[in-house]
């Protein structure tokens, strides 16, 4: 199995991409062990020495590393617990929870609403995915755009000049109802 790394823009986050499907749909993200009961592929990887933080997408994982650790005695334990995985044949998400996601499609959004999480979906995290992280819509209200940033993306330094020159610019030309744009860090 070869597994291809990639750099973020994030530079306590690596991009590893095994070659096969991680998430089928949708994606999810671990903060801690604890967290990571229903994965596999999570627990394999927390068991690594400095491991903050997991990120699956459809067909990459991103690691986030303590600061204190670097990436030159980290990485091989990661590619060694992603090959291991996909080598026992195990899910990445044992029972219903393959398909976790904090995506919110829910019928009843109003136009706004449903403009703004269209232009995210088509434009903004197919780009973000990219780099090997997710930004996922949370609320709308009172022209502020409320969006989650997950995997490479939190705590990215670059993540704020994106938000506001980027996703900002953006959202406000095509929905005139859009005043600004900010993260929930929470």
């Known amino acids: 199995m070869f597994i291809q790394t990639e750099d973020t823009p994030n530079p306590s986050t690596l991009k590893f991409i095994p070659g096969q499907t991680v998430m089928v749909t949708g994606t999810v993200q671990y903060a801690s062990i604890d967290e990571a009961s229903s994965s596999p592929l999570a627990r394999r ?3 690594v020495d400095g491991i903050t933080q997991i990120f699956f997408g459809t067909d990459f994982v991103s690691v986030t590393k303590a600061e204190n650790h670097d990436w030159f005695t980290i990485k091989p334990g990661v590619l060694a617990a992603i090959m291991e995985h996909y080598a026992s044949g195990m899910p990445v998400i044992e029972g219903d929870a393959s398909t976790q996601s904090d995506d919110s499609s829910e019928e009843d959004d109003d136009e706004v609403v449903a403009q703004i999480k269209h232009l995210l979906d ?3 995290r197919p780009a973000v995915a990219m780099d090997g992280g997710d930004i996922v ?3 709308f ?3 502020v755009v409320t969006l989650f940033m997950r995997g490479a993306c939190q705590g990215c330094p670059s993540s704020t000049a994106t938000l506001k020159m980027g996703i ?3 959202l406000r030309h095509y929905i005139p109802d859009v005043q600004e744009v900010c993260a929930d860090n929470g």
């Open 45 to 47: 990887l927390f068991a």
């Open 122 to 124: 088509t434009r903004v």
């Open 137 to 139: 819509f949370k609320s």
């Open 141 to 143: 209200e009172n022209g």
């Open 168 to 170: 900002e610019n953006m």
